[in-house]
Antibody, heavy 116, light 105 residues
Framework: QVQLQESGPGLVKPSETLSLTCFVS????????WNWIRQPAGKGLEWIGR???????DYNPSLKSRVTMSVDTSKSQFSLNLNSVTAADTAVYYC??????????WGQGTMVTVSS | AIQLTQSPSSLSASVGDRVTITCRASQGISSALAWYQQKPGKAPKLLMYAASNLQSGVPSRFSGSGSGTDFTLTISSLQPEDFATYYCQQFNSYTFGQGTRLEIK
């Protein structure tokens, strides 16, 4: 079955760039939108943005100035870069596959802490 | 951006109870809504898509309804494994509701 696995540093310094990758296994990465979502401890879910396998992107307007997403279909993975991070960016970051009106497959999540 | 407001924010119920959670959108979204269940330390799990379609493998005690601005998720007979936090999400601008925490009474 399809599985998603996030990876990346668990600790990022303030003002630096948070970089995460999501590896897709069990199915082709092609022809889907792939999403990033985050969740601060004890709080709700926030959609960060999405990327299609063509490279087309949509970002949350509140994060748009700091977010870049990319996809590497040859490696079955897609990535998130969030620059100029602050403590407010500390959260569990999830990747998820988008199908018709739903995120049907989620990664297990990776905790990222922003601290010096 | 479209905002989603869930009610109640928290709910205490007993095994066997029928429970309904409401999600209201700040503007019409047709049927572009999904529901998720999240347990502590776990990723959200898809329950319903396009407002009223049950995701494969999800028990039939879960059901969803609504269109436009008002949506509901109903659990017909609560089971012990249903105590969790539930989120709605709209697919016009992808925002989530604030969540409804379902606790054991």
């Amino acid at each position: 079955q399809v599985q998603l696995q996030e990876s990346g540093p668990g600790l990022v310094k303030p003002s630096e760039t948070l970089s995460l990758t999501c590896f897709v296994s069990g199915d082709s990465i092609s022809s889907y939108y792939w999403n990033w979502i985050r969740q601060p401890a004890g709080k709700g879910l926030e959609w960060i943005g999405r990327i299609y396998t063509s490279g087309s992107t949509d970002y949350n307007p509140s994060l748009k100035s700091r977010v870049t997403m990319s996809v590497d279909t040859s490696k079955s993975q897609f990535s998130l870069n969030l620059n100029s991070v602050t403590a407010a960016d500390t959260a569990v970051y999830y990747c998820a596959r988008e199908t018709w009106v739903a995120f049907d497959i989620w990664g297990q999540g990776t905790m990222v802490t922003v601290s010096s | 951006a479209i905002q989603l407001t869930q009610s109640p924010s928290s709910l205490s119920a007993s095994v066997g109870d029928r429970v309904t959670i409401t999600c209201r959108a700040s503007q019409g979204i047709s049927s572009a809504l999904a529901w998720y269940q999240q347990k502590p330390g776990k990723a959200p799990k898809l329950l319903m898509y396009a407002a009223s379609n049950l995701q494969s493998g999800v028990p039939s005690r879960f059901s969803g309804s609504g269109s436009g601005t008002d949506f509901t998720l109903t659990i017909s007979s609560l089971q012990p494994e249903d105590f969790a936090t539930y989120y709605c999400q709209q697919f016009n601008s992808y925002t989530f509701g604030q969540g409804t925490r379902l606790e054991i009474k």
